[in-house]
Every structure is written in structure tokens, then in C-alpha cells.
């Protein structure tokens, strides 16, 4: 007579119950999806990197050498192009960003126009010191925490009387401040202004413009036509009847 196995078959088979493995392979999907979910919201809130490497600030259009949008709104949108070529060093800039900034800046917060700035560095040349540079990478750094344009103002309110005596890096942080840049954020941008982290950028622009034909600035260009500045009133005028 065969002994009875069934006591000893009972014995080796598994208890019923979650299965170890099975669990432990869906906790390792969901933390993968997590940091891959991490990874790209980090991603989108910071600049790009160019085909050669180079960080690209948030916010640019039309290539590694391409201006930056004053307002994300109007990035999707069907309406008209305005592109602005500044000197943050230039007195006419200044004036042009007093009378004509407030208004352009509202027509780009309600998605009317697609205002876009190309920051130009050639009066550092001129003018023997390298402010606008500076001022440049530092309004670039300001894009990737979302406050470019008004960044982009500060630097303009800020402007010192006398052309030629530049930007401190005191005031450069001081403009980030007054943009609303603090916090957590204030400290990536000091680090990246600090670094030069967009000096090629602001090199690239200013070979991307000069090859376009940009000699002075301001130039302003709308739907890549030129612009005869007059009033703020004119140019909106001229805006709304242009087609994108």
C-alpha cells in the first residue's frame, strides 16, 4: 500500500494570498511613471538645450538665435508678429519701451499680437563695457522663470541717465527682484546669471540679427515688414488691421 502523499503535497504548496512579485512589479511601473511624469513637468518649466548643446531660454522663437516672447498667451494664436530689436544700453530703446511697452505688453497678455524681443549687444562695442551682454544673459536667465517681460521692463525703468555707464550686477539682481522673481527661483536665476549660462544664446542672436540686416535699434518689424514709429495709438492701429 503507497503511503499518503497528500499531507506532504498540502505542505508544499504555497498558501493562497497577494502575490509578492506581482505587487512588486506594479509599485516599480508606478515609480518609474512618476519620475518619468517629474522629469518632464521639470523639463517644461526650464530651458531647452540646442542641437550643439547650448541652453536655450524659455520662451524663444524661431531658432537658437530667435527672439523671446514678452507673453506666452499669443504663442498659439492667429494674429499678427511684432518683432522688437533692442539695446538694453540704447536711450531710443528706453524711450520706445516708456511709450510703447505698457501698451504692447497688454496686447500680448490678451493674445493680440505675438510681441517678440531680440536682445542686441552691439553697443558694448561702442561704448567699451559689456552691460549689455550682461543684461542680455540676465533678462535670458529671467525667461526660464517665467518673467521675461517684465524683466525685460525693469532693465528699461532702470537705465542710467548717462549712456555708457552701464549695468552693476547689484542691479541686475535688483531688476530680477522687481520682476517678481524670489524665493527658490531668485537663487536659480542668480546661479545662471552668475554662470553666463545663455552667453551663446545672446551670441547667436546677435549673429542671427546681424545677418538678417539689423544695423539700429530700435527696429521693429511687423509680419517681417518694417515699422514707421509714430504714436502708440498708430502702431495698435496698424496691428489690429494686420493680418497674421
Known amino acids: 500500500m503507497r503511503p499518503d502523499a497528500s499531507k506532504k503535497i498540502a505542505k508544499a504548496t504555497p498558501k493562497s494570498g497577494p502575490n509578492v512579485v506581482l505587487i512588486g512589479a506594479v509599485?516599480?511601473?508606478?515609480?518609474?511613471?512618476?519620475?518619468?511624469?517629474?522629469?518632464?513637468?521639470?523639463?517644461?518649466?526650464?530651458?531647452?538645450?540646442?542641437?550643439?548643446?547650448?541652453?536655450?531660454?524659455?520662451?524663444?522663437?524661431?531658432?537658437?538665435?530667435?527672439?523671446?516672447?514678452?507673453?506666452?498667451?499669443?504663442?498659439?494664436?492667429?494674429?499678427?508678429t511684432l518683432d522688437v530689436y533692442v539695446d538694453f544700453q540704447c536711450p531710443v530703446c528706453g524711450n520706445f519701451e516708456k511709450a510703447f511697452g505698457p501698451t504692447l505688453t497688454t496686447m500680448a497678455k490678451a493674445a493680440q499680437v505675438k510681441y517678440i524681443v531680440h536682445m542686441m549687444t552691439f553697443l558694448d562695442t561702442n561704448l567699451g563695457n559689456d552691460s549689455s551682454k550682461r543684461a542680455t544673459n540676465a533678462a535670458a536667465c529671467a525667461a526660464d522663470a517665467g518673467k521675461f517681460g517684465e524683466y525685460h521692463s525693469a532693465v528699461f525703468a532702470g537705465q542710467p541717465a548717462k549712456e555708457g555707464a552701464g549695468y552693476t550686477n547689484a542691479q541686475l539682481t535688483e531688476f530680477a527682484q522687481t520682476a517678481?522673481?524670489?524665493?527658490?527661483?531668485?537663487?536659480?536665476?542668480?546661479?545662471?546669471?552668475?554662470?553666463?549660462?545663455?552667453?551663446?544664446?545672446?551670441?547667436?542672436?546677435?549673429?542671427?540679427?546681424?545677418?538678417a540686416g539689423i544695423s539700429q535699434t530700435?527696429?521693429?518689424?511687423?509680419?517681417?515688414?518694417?515699422?514707421k514709429l509714430s504714436t502708440p495709438e498708430a502702431l495698435v492701429a496698424e496691428i489690429k488691421a494686420a493680418k497674421s
Open 27 to 80: 509599485v516599480a511601473v508606478v515609480l518609474i511613471l512618476a519620475v518619468v511624469v517629474a522629469i518632464v513637468i521639470g523639463n517644461n518649466s526650464k530651458s531647452s538645450t540646442s542641437a550643439s548643446g547650448n541652453a536655450v531660454p524659455v520662451g524663444v522663437v524661431g531658432g537658437t538665435g530667435g527672439g523671446i516672447l514678452v507673453d506666452p498667451a499669443a504663442a498659439n494664436a492667429k494674429v499678427p
Open 180 to 211: 517678481g522673481i524670489t524665493g527658490p527661483a531668485l537663487t536659480t536665476w542668480q546661479k545662471c546669471t552668475d554662470s553666463g549660462q545663455h552667453d551663446q544664446y545672446v551670441a547667436d542672436v546677435a549673429d542671427t540679427s546681424g545677418r
Open 218 to 227: 530700435p527696429t521693429v518689424k511687423l509680419n517681417g515688414k518694417d515699422v
